[in-house]
């Protein structure tokens, strides 16, 4: 089995550039990552204002009752993947029951024996978690030869579960320009940068690219950093 959720996610983008309900998108969301990641279930729990936890949405009631009951024992695999912002895998039914002695009954109980939770993350702040639930006659596609694609694939839901949270509110005009200014800032240090390079280097300007963005990869920074370093330590070089 492969995991292409190539579809849900052009949906769901699609819905976002237009006057859009929140709600109808993650509902839409966890359907389709139930179907592509052939689950049972899927739930999302979030945080409050106030701090709490509660079911956003989830495919299906028992889903939903069981991320509230995880939300007010504060147990189980949601509660861990939105304290560590990482994922979270119990694949038996001892494993659930062993690992959280208070929801993983409850879990065991309704009929899951696999459960596996992806956090939902913005700027490494959690914002809640996806939580993908199997009963015992279905193949975990996470256990297949696809498995690594597909838990990218859970963890990409979950990401985008996260980006329609935090964009729910319309721009208007004047964040709609700042936001395009920046963008065009940083275009604007990323040419120079690449201009340096390819000078400093003997570069052709494509390569003076590759080698700006490998360099910002390898230093862990974001493209645009890593060129204000590279023109940044071009202007305080001493001139021969």
């Known amino acids: ?11 769901a983008l699609a819905s976002l550039v237009r006057d859009h309900d929140t709600a109808e998108i993650l509902a839409d969301l966890l359907d389709d990552a139930q179907t592509v990641l052939n689950a049972a279930a ?4 979030i945080r409050t204002e106030g701090g709490g936890l509660d079911v956003l949405t989830a495919t299906s009631h028992r889903a939903a009752e069981l991320e509230l009951y995880q939300a007010q024992q504060h147990d189980g695999p949601s ?5 560590t912002v990482a994922p979270v895998h119990a694949d038996s039914a001892s494993a659930i029951t062993r690992r959280w002695p208070t929801a993983g009954p409850a879990i065991v109980d309704a009929g899951y024996v696999s459960v596996h939770a992806f956090p939902l993350r913005w700027h490494d702040t959690p914002l809640g978690a ?6 015992a006659d279905q193949a975990c596609p996470f256990r ?17 579960a996260a980006l329609v949270l935090v964009q729910h509110q319309k721009m208007d005009a004047v ?9 065009l800032a ?4 990323v040419e120079q940068a690449k ?6 280097q003997g570069l052709p300007i494509d390569k003076a690219y590759t080698t700006l963005r490998d360099h910002a990869a390898g230093e862990g920074q974001s493209l645009t950093a890593a060129a204000e370093g590279v023109v940044t330590r071009a202007t305080q070089r001493p001139h021969a």
């Open 130 to 135: 996806l939580n993908v639930l199997y009963v």
């Open 175 to 183: 964040q709609l320009r700042e936001v395009t200014e920046q963008a």
């Open 79 to 83: 509660i861990d993947a939105i304290d």
């Open 195 to 200: 201009g340096v390079i390819a000078f400093q």
């Open 1 to 11: 089995m492969t995991c292409s959720p190539i579809r849900a996610f052009t949906r």
């Open 144 to 160: 297949d030869p696809h498995g690594r694609e597909c838990l990218a694939a859970a963890q990409a839901f979950a990401d985008l």
């Open 42 to 45: 899927v739930g999302l729990l």
């Open 186 to 189: 940083g275009r604007t240090i």
